[in-house]
């Protein structure tokens, strides 16, 4: 028997046929987009965003404009180029992507991988396997991310399976997974899963939330099952045009996972994918979000702002200019209100009686 959170999968949505019954939609626009890019709304999540509105919508229903995009790029991190073997991107030093589903609960329009998600080959065994020789042979990988599609998604013994071949690999100090599963379908974390995630004793879970209006009481429930096992959980968020990219929308968000044991990590620019040019917002936007959370919320709740540069140049984290100027012997530095400060960018004491003259005076 299958077990019950499968049926949220199979009694969602899959077609704009199906949705229609739903919401209002243009069913034949939308089934040229879906014929690209698959539509998955799982029945919580469809019940969630009818109660709760655009927000949730926005990020699962299909859009004309996916097909109308013509300035993003398939590939846009240049994962493919960077796999030695398929389904593992080896990009930095130390650590690795290792795709290891190619499903996930909801099927997000603004998705990175929206290229290679919910189509019907499945990862094979055979793949993963590859994927373990790969890093076996690699000494130098400290840290191995799972990722998909959705590591969740996979039955509670192929994940199992995962965790514990890893976990024979001595060299690998840290494994993380990357998931929305509990945001989008929380009924997946049930105690058996929290416990076979819980015998790997090295494993950060990453979650994902978008929106304040995704944290329910069932959520709630999913993240502290995982938390009370004693497994860290942080988040990132991908910042949304229309969605969230908004100043009280983030700071609510980042508050109320870090109330919940959920410690925000990454604020992700939208990557420059084909197909999601409606979601993006610009460098701007980001760097103006940041600048009202530093300084004005708790530090525990303020996430890193991080570009991944088109082409597979990595993550690189933005700040908001808060160095007005720097010279040989001192930095002028603007803080969180906007006052402006000098630090000497020398030994202390060779410029103490100077500085403490000046310090001040712009403010
Ligand atoms: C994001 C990412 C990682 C993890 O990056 P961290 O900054 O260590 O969280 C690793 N590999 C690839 C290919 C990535 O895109």
């Not at 959705?150 to 997974?177: A, C, F, N, T």
């Not at 009370?228 to 100043?247: E, W």
């Amino acid at each position: 028997m299958s077990p019950s959170w499968r049926k949220y999968i199979k009694t969602g949505v899959h077609h704009p046929n199906e949705l229609a019954g739903h919401i209002r939609i243009d069913v034949p626009s939308l089934e040229k987009v879906c014929d690209i890019y698959p539509m998955r709304i799982n029945a919580y999540f469809l019940d969630l965003m009818k109660k709760r509105g655009a927000s949730l919508m926005r990020q699962v229903v299909p859009d004309p404009r996916e097909l109308e995009d013509a300035t993003g790029w398939v590939d846009p991190l240049a994962e493919e180029r960077n796999s030695s073997v398929p389904n593992l991107v080896h990009r930095y030093p130390d650590r690795v992507l290792f795709l290891v589903s190619n499903q996930c609960g909801v099927y997000c329009r603004f998705c990175t991988r929206k290229r290679k998600i919910g189509r019907w080959d499945p990862i094979q065994d055979q793949a993963i396997e590859e994927g373990f020789r790969y890093i076996r042979q690699h000494g130098e990988i400290f840290d191995v991310l799972l990722s998909g599609g959705d590591p969740l998604l996979l039955s509670d013994e192929k994940l199992d399976w995962i965790l514990m071949k890893i976990k024979e690999i001595s060299h690998v100090g840290v494994v993380r997974i990357g998931t929305r599963i509990p945001s989008v379908l929380p009924q997946r974390v049930t105690s058996r899963l929290a416990n076979i995630l819980s015998k790997t004793k090295n494993l950060y879970i990453n979650l994902h939330f978008n929106h304040p209006d995704e944290i329910t009481d069932e959520v709630k429930r999913a993240i502290r099952l995982l938390s009370d096992r004693g497994i860290p959980l942080g988040s990132q968020t991908v910042l949304l045009k229309g969605i969230n990219d908004h100043v009280s929308v983030i700071s609510r968000l980042m508050r109320m996972l870090l109330q919940i044991r959920v410690k925000p990590y990454y604020l992700l620019h939208a990557d420059l994918v084909k197909g999601t040019e409606h979601f993006r917002t610009t460098v701007d936007t980001g760097l103006f979000i940041m600048r009202q959370l530093r300084g004005h919320m708790s530090g525990l709740a303020v996430p890193t702002y991080v570009v991944d540069l088109p082409g597979g140049g990595g993550k690189v984290p933005l700040l908001p200019g808060y160095v007005i100027k720097k010279t040989a012997n001192e930095l002028v530095i603007q803080n969180y209100q906007g006052y402006v400060y000098r630090v000497p960018n020398l030994p202390f004491s060779t410029t103490m009686g100077e500085f403490q003259e000046k310090a001040f005076i712009e403010n």
